[in-house]
């Protein structure tokens, strides 16, 4: 089957990945309408749902959803996608077709566009999909283009409207969180009328994340049909979930929330983020791992890397930072395995607190006498890859840069500069600021050998204005972040060695977008190992492992109080890429001998976890142990992570059955010799030895020793 078809005359499109099928078709009015999204289907089957009688409507009713990109407009009354302004006041679009585009965008992948004018005004509109031959991620955005001689305003510019089947109802799985409690899966009922998830933050945001899975009510972690979809946009962004009576839903989801809108000037043209959507059968579980898949297949700038085992001088010294502090902490980290040093806040200007500094990206000559240098080198001499806290998109008033540049920062002329954490927001809408920003990075880059930038931003936007540029200062909620996207492109391309973390006060700034430009993200400033279990696991419902930054902490947590094991907080940062953020000085030589022999554990199985596929088999919350595996793409060996909160006596304890394993085989526990048949892990399970008490924890390393027979043989190991 071809991966993408035309049956010209009923006007149906049909889009193949490799498990599922995507249909529309031109109706007769020329809009794009929806027909299918789901299991593979042939060009016959999508024109035979395509001549469906529709039901029969009333004078009161408008478009049933199913519209490719509602427009605002005609007899459309749900959440549109696409609202336009032209200059002679209408607020309308009605479709005309002109014409496709197959294309091949690169081998494997294959390309639909299809293009659409306003029956009157010269403005365009082109919906483009792409598929790629290695998953089932179906890849949709929007180019609007004013070919007209009149200004146009996009009041609304959505990326893509998404349709689901006729079931009987819907439930809505999503993310809600705040700073520092990031990632909440929530799963509940589809209400009737429109749910709006969104951040008017100008970031991602801690509160909501921009994707949602839907179902019919039935799926579970390993069974049913999941709908899916995500943006790729770290700005502000809306995505409205409908459900109407008449039983349909489906979803609309794009940049910018209500209010702002874009001019769209003669000539110019405005491309939408990618909305990425997923249909699975198989359950939640497997919604994602095909995302997991996908980012790394797809997303990731080095998919394939192994992340090394960073340290992070944040928690344990604040704004306190000196060479000589910070070459001690190097050497003991260097001794605890670590592979990348990162100097966190405080290095810089008059930095010694949140209240001053931030825009003075020159080291403090009292606290580095020598610049950066000195400490690079010795992180280097010690083995390990030097990485570096920035913050290019603030400014605190206390700092030279704010007085060289008051002008610099989001502001309206006549209202109050507000700050969140003593700082104001540099409006990197403008293109002097994002130069100024380009350019001491990539001299600080390039000057010091720096291997790794944490890249922070650490407060939401407010007063977002623009007053040079009055007529159209909406634009900055997505110009800013168009810059903050050149900016990273540009260092990425002068420095090719430079891996970047995306941080925003942990995760506000956790999204497809900025995954497909850094290595990997910081879910959260919330190092509590029991909190960040919950964390972790609304993080990895879309985002893999690969990407998922994870510190191990000191006791009494900072956030929470809670004192729990060095084990356990190992094997919670285990679950995604291992960092230590403790105070190494006041480690014990117990405490620094455990935890290098748990770093050299992680660095055994890191390549399940990073590269492996994700089962969670019991979620945190749940009764008894929480628990996830990790396996190995050949099923050659996996990783089982299981935590105990608090054991209660009499309760259950539930033997984890192994997902993924090469049923033929039989897998020898890498710590303890005693071997396995898959077939018993699989159906009966296994009950890893936890020790007594609360805050109990284990890693089960698995690895087959008999591998599948082919033409008779076996092999034992
Ligand atoms: C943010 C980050 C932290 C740390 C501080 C430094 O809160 O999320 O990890 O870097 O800034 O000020």
Redesign the pocket.
């Known amino acids: 089957m071809s991966v993408i078809a035309f049956a010209p005359d009923a006007g149906v499109w049909l889009l193949s990945t490799p498990r599922t099928s995507y249909a529309l078709r031109i109706d007769a009015t020329g809009a794009p309408c929806h027909l299918a999204w789901g299991p593979l289907l042939t060009l016959d089957e999508a024109q035979e749902v395509a001549t469906a009688p529709a039901p029969p409507v009333s004078s009161f009713e408008g478009r049933p959803v199913g519209d490719e990109l509602p427009v605002d407009g005609g007899t459309m009354y749900g959440p549109p996608s696409l609202q336009v302004r032209f200059a002679d006041g209408t607020r309308a679009f009605e479709w005309q077709p002109t014409g496709h585009r197959v294309l091949e965008p690169a081998p494997g992948s294959a390309e639909l566009v299809l293009e659409f004018r306003d029956r009157v005004h010269l403005l365009r509109v082109a919906l483009h999909y792409r598929v790629h031959g290695d998953s089932d991620v179906i890849e949709r955005w929007t180019v609007l283009r004013n070919d007209g001689d009149a200004p146009v305003t996009l009041q609304r510019a959505d990326s893509a409207a998404w349709t689901l089947p006729f079931r009987d109802g819907y439930r809505l799985s999503h993310v809600t969180g705040q700073w520092s409690s990031e990632t909440q899966l929530r799963r509940e009922t589809l209400p009737f009328g429109e749910t709006v998830l969104t951040s008017r933050r100008g970031i991602t945001s801690h509160h909501a994340n921009p994707w949602v899975m839907l179902d019919a009510g039935d799926a579970t972690e390993s069974h049913g049909q999941v709908w899916s979809a995500a943006l790729a946009w770290s700005g502000s962004w809306r995505i409205t979930v409908q459900r109407t009576p008449d039983g349909r839903a489906g979803f609309t989801g794009g940049a910018g929330h209500e209010g702002p809108s874009l001019p769209l000037g003669p000539g110019e043209e405005y491309t939408t983020p990618v909305h990425a959507g997923l249909y699975c059968e198989g359950g939640f579980g497997a919604a994602s791992r095909e995302w997991h898949a996908y980012t790394l297949a797809q997303v990731l700038p080095h998919p394939r890397e192994i992340r090394p085992v960073l340290y992070?001088s944040?928690e344990a010294t604040g704004?306190d930072v000196d060479e000589a502090g910070q070459k001690a902490l190097a050497a003991r980290a260097a001794a605890l395995g670590a592979e990348l040093y990162v100097m966190?806040?405080?290095w810089f200007g008059a930095r010694r607190s949140?209240e001053a500094g931030l825009g003075d990206w020159t080291p403090d000559p009292d606290r580095f006498p020598g610049g950066l240098s000195p400490l690079v080198e010795e992180v280097h001499r010690l083995g390990m890859r030097f990485g570096l806290?920035v913050?290019p998109e603030m400014v605190n008033p206390d700092s030279d840069l704010y007085r060289e540049h008051p002008d610099w920062v989001l502001h309206f002329p006549d209202r109050t500069r507000t700050e969140l954490r003593s700082q104001l927001v540099l409006n990197f809408a403008r293109r002097d600021v994002a130069e100024w920003a380009y350019g001491w990075l990539t001299r600080l880059v390039g000057d010091h050998g720096i291997d790794f930038l944490?890249w922070?931003m650490?407060r939401a936007f407010s007063e977002a204005g623009w007053p040079d540029r009055a007529d159209r200062a909406d634009e900055v909620w997505t110009t800013y972040v168009h810059h903050v996207y050149d900016v990273i492109d540009r260092l990425r391309v002068d420095h090719p060695r430079l891996r970047i973390e995306a941080?925003?006060?942990?995760g506000g700034r956790v999204d497809l977008g900025m995954m497909s430009r850094t290595d990997q993200a910081?879910p959260s400033?919330n190092t509590d190992a029991a909190d960040r279990l919950a964390i972790q696991h609304g993080y990895g419902q879309l985002y893999p492992a690969r990407t998922m930054a994870a510190w191990v902490t000191d006791v009494p947590n900072q956030f929470t109080g809670r004192s729990v094991p060095l084990r356990f907080r190992f094997h919670v940062a285990t679950a995604g890429v291992l960092g230590i953020g403790g105070d190494l000085s006041r480690w014990s030589d117990a405490e620094l001998a455990e935890g290098a022999g748990l770093v050299a554990e992680y660095k055994r199985v890191r390549h399940l976890v990073q590269h492996g596929e994700l089962h969670r088999l019991r979620a945190p919350g749940e009764h008894g142990p929480a628990a996830t595996q990790y396996v190995a793409a050949d099923g050659s060996e996996t990783l089982l992570l299981v935590w105990q909160r608090t054991p209660r006596h009499g309760s259950p304890s539930p033997a984890l059955r192994l997902a993924g394993l090469d049923p033929a085989a039989r897998y020898r526990d890498a710590r303890t010799g005693t071997v396995h048949s898959a077939t018993v892990l699989r159906e009966y399970g296994i009950r890893p030895e936890l020790p007594p008490g609360d805050w109990a924890s284990a890693a089960v390393h698995l690895i087959r020793v008999v591998p599948p027979i082919e033409g008779g043989g076996a092999a034992g190991g």
């Open positions: 992070n944040w704004f966190d806040d405080g949140a806290w913050e944490k922070d650490n941080c925003s006060g942990g910081w400033d």
